[in-house]
């Protein structure tokens, strides 16, 4: 799905070059999570190579859990769960593979530490997965938590031709996780990408709407707040391009005519009680993505807009 979009020639406002210097002042260790995708292709570690690479430049030492994409095979188990069928999917026992992997990572990163604490960066599933992971090892280790275009909320029930990709996973999270908060002593930072406005099938002759988060700016940032850009995504004519990505997010949040990522919506990247940012121009994946005409949340010059928050 994520590969076979076309790039739109528009750059995120900020430069390539850092505002922070690279000393040799070492700030909270951070563990990437790497995703499983929603059509099935799972990214490894060694993608996350780069974006590794842009926080150890910022003094952020950092530890990516060790993935393969024949790893996410084994979530093939959950086929035999007769849970899979109705749609009432829970994260154990088909995911404990990828929570000890992502537990091996984070005690790595608990010896860089050194007593102190963790943050953790979860891209696309992986935001959520971290959650799950937050509730069952415990999450006293853990001072901030920064996702990047994770799909946190279920779609809405009852919806014509809108399936559950995660088959009750996401029902069991916003069912039996804490809810997120954004406290001195632990942060949730959701970050969306609006990379591409989709369309529907049919309709289309509707106006398409900005975007169908339910947020109000003028709220707290202890209760929620949202950061967006100067300008405004570039709005697209509404072409197959814009059809195909838009029934890819009618699968996650129901509606197609919203903006996202290319893969994952803007409303669902969002998440009541955190610190809720949008970036305008941002893609979805590492995978297809070139850091100019198609930056994704881990190009050099997109982390630029999120460091801080690793940093403070």
């Given at each position: 799905?994520?590969?076979?979009?076309?790039?739109?020639?528009?750059?995120?406002?900020?430069?390539?070059?850092?505002?922070?210097?690279?000393?040799?002042?070492?700030?909270?260790?951070?563990?990437?999570?790497?995703?499983?995708?929603?059509?099935?292709?799972?990214?490894?570690?060694?993608d996350y190579k780069k974006l590794e690479f842009t926080l150890q430049e910022y003094g952020v030492p950092t530890v990516v859990a060790k993935v393969s994409r024949i790893d996410w095979l084994r979530n093939a188990a959950g086929l035999v769960d007769p849970n899979y069928?109705?749609?009432?999917?829970?994260?154990?026992?088909?995911?404990?593979?990828?929570?000890?992997?992502?537990?091996?990572?984070?005690?790595?990163?608990?010896?860089?530490?050194?007593?102190?604490?963790?943050?953790?960066?979860?891209?696309?599933?992986?935001?959520?997965?971290?959650?799950?992971?937050?509730?069952?090892?415990?999450?006293?280790?853990?001072?901030?938590?920064?996702?990047?275009?994770?799909?946190?909320?279920?779609?809405?029930?009852?919806?014509?031709?809108?399936?559950?990709?995660?088959?009750?996973?996401?029902?069991?999270?916003?069912?039996?996780?804490?809810?997120?908060?954004?406290?001195?002593?632990?942060?949730?930072?959701?970050?969306?990408?609006?990379?591409?406005?989709?369309?529907?099938?049919?309709?289309?002759?509707?106006?398409?709407?900005?975007?169908?988060?339910?947020?109000?700016?003028?709220?707290?940032?202890?209760?929620?707040?949202?950061?967006?850009?100067?300008?405004?995504?570039?709005?697209?004519?509404?072409?197959?391009?814009a059809r195909f990505v838009g029934q890819g997010y009618k699968q996650v949040c129901g509606e197609a005519d919203v903006w996202g990522d290319g893969v994952v919506p803007e409303v669902s990247a969002h998440?009541?009680?955190?610190?809720?940012?949008?970036?305008?121009?941002?893609?979805?994946?590492?995978?297809?993505?070139?850091?100019?005409?198609?930056?994704?949340?881990?190009?050099?010059?997109?982390?630029?807009?999120?460091?801080?928050?690793?940093?403070?």
């Amino acid at each position: 799905m994520a590969l076979g979009l076309l790039p739109l020639n528009f750059k995120p406002q900020c430069s390539s070059t850092s505002t922070f210097s690279s000393s040799s002042t070492n700030y909270r260790p951070a563990v990437i999570l790497p995703v499983n995708s929603p059509c099935g292709l799972g990214n490894n570690t060694g993608d996350y190579k780069k974006l590794e690479f842009t926080l150890q430049e910022y003094g952020v030492p950092t530890v990516v859990a060790k993935v393969s994409r024949i790893d996410w095979l084994r979530n093939a188990a959950g086929l035999v769960d007769p849970n899979y069928w109705k749609g009432t999917l829970q994260p154990r026992p088909v995911l404990d593979w990828y929570l000890k992997r992502v537990d091996d990572a984070v005690q790595e990163a608990e010896e860089l530490a050194q007593g102190g604490k963790l943050s953790v960066i979860g891209h696309s599933a992986g935001g959520w997965l971290a959650r799950v992971y937050m509730e069952e090892f415990g999450l006293s280790h853990i001072s901030l938590l920064l996702t990047l275009g994770t799909p946190h909320l279920p779609p809405p029930k009852g919806l014509p031709g809108v399936i559950d990709q995660t088959r009750g996973l996401l029902y069991y999270v916003q069912q039996h996780c804490k809810k997120a908060v954004y406290t001195p002593e632990l942060k949730y930072v959701c970050i969306a990408g609006r990379y591409l406005q989709g369309a529907r099938f049919v309709n289309d002759s509707k106006v398409a709407v900005e975007s169908m988060a339910n947020i109000d700016d003028d709220q707290q940032v202890s209760d929620v707040a949202v950061v967006k850009n100067t300008t405004d995504s570039t709005p697209v004519s509404t072409t197959f391009q814009a059809r195909f990505v838009g029934q890819g997010y009618k699968q996650v949040c129901g509606e197609a005519d919203v903006w996202g990522d290319g893969v994952v919506p803007e409303v669902s990247a969002h998440l009541e009680g955190a610190l809720n940012i949008s970036l305008d121009g941002v893609y979805h994946s590492p995978v297809g993505s070139d850091d100019v005409s198609r930056p994704w949340y881990g190009s050099p010059a997109v982390v630029e807009q999120w460091i801080h928050h690793l940093l403070n």
